[in-house]
T-cell receptor, first 113, second 114 residues
Framework: GNSVTQMEGPVTLSEEAFLTINCTYT??????LFWYVQYPGEGLQLLLK?????DKGSNKGFEATYRKETTSFHLEKGSVQVSDSAVYFC????????????FGAGTRLFVKA | SAVISQKPSRDICQRGTSLTIQCQVD?????MFWYRQQPGQSLTLIAT?????????ESGFVIDKFPISRPNLTFSTLTVSNMSPEDSSIYLC???????????FGPGTRLTVL
């Protein structure tokens, strides 16, 4: 079955540091890939997405590229801010056997001023 | 996009009782999903609820424990039955953005079972 593996946290960075959160997946079909973010005290919301190989999703300075050859969708940001402190979830969705989204374990990011 | 509301936002319940969580969407949707997010954990899909048919439950979740209703295209309920402290969690309602494969989430219901 489908699965998502992302790096364990927490990740602690200083403001303006470079961020990478690794995510790899296994899938039998042709999934869409997502990063969702959960800010403290808030609900889950979509950060960015990519629907096919080599697509790059981007939003709020974050980027991730759908790499089919390495089955990866790593999240990157060149310069993090304190306001980026949150939990980040990598996820995949596809219609194999009916529509379903599988989430990774989540990575908590702390950004220090 | 879709705007989703859930009621209650939180509750504290006694062991052995049941709680029904309501989910309302501002537009008609085919599929609604119920997730559980235990403290510090990821999201686990409980079931998929389609209007006019029985909900489809994931492995480890059964209808007797988590009965679901889906009376129309904008509303669903999840009941957590015969609760135990292990049911303490956040329960999230979600819908799929039509044709986009992304999901929109409600604010969640934080349940504590004593």
């Amino acid at each position: 079955g489908n699965s998502v593996t992302q790096m364990e946290g927490p990740v602690t960075l200083s403001e303006e540091a470079f961020l990478t959160i690794n995510c790899t997946y296994t899938a039998t079909g042709y999934p869409s890939l997502f990063w969702y973010v959960q800010y403290p005290g808030e609900g889950l919301q979509l950060l960015l997405k990519a629907t096919k190989a080599d697509d790059k999703g981007s939003n709020k300075g974050f980027e991730a590229t759908y790499r089919k050859e390495t089955t990866s969708f790593h999240l990157e940001k060149g310069s993090v801010q304190v306001s980026d402190s949150a939990v980040y979830f990598c996820a995949l969705s596809d219609w194999t056997g009916g529509f379903k989204t599988i989430f990774g374990a989540g990575t908590r990011l702390f950004v220090k001023a | 996009s879709a705007v989703i509301s859930q009621k209650p936002s939180r509750d504290i319940c006694q062991r052995g009782t049941s709680l029904t969580i309501q989910c309302q969407v501002d537009s008609q949707v085919t599929m609604m999903f119920w997730y559980r997010q235990q403290p510090g954990q990821s999201l686990t899909l409980i079931a998929t609820a389609n209007q006019g048919s029985e909900a489809t439950y994931e492995s480890g979740f059964v209808i007797d424990k988590f009965p679901i209703s889906r009376p129309n295209l904008t509303f669903s309920t999840l009941t957590v039955s015969n609760m135990s402290p292990e049911d303490s969690s956040i329960y999230l309602c979600s819908v799929e953005g039509t044709g986009s494969n992304e999901q929109f989430f409600g604010p969640g219901t934080r349940l504590t079972v004593l």
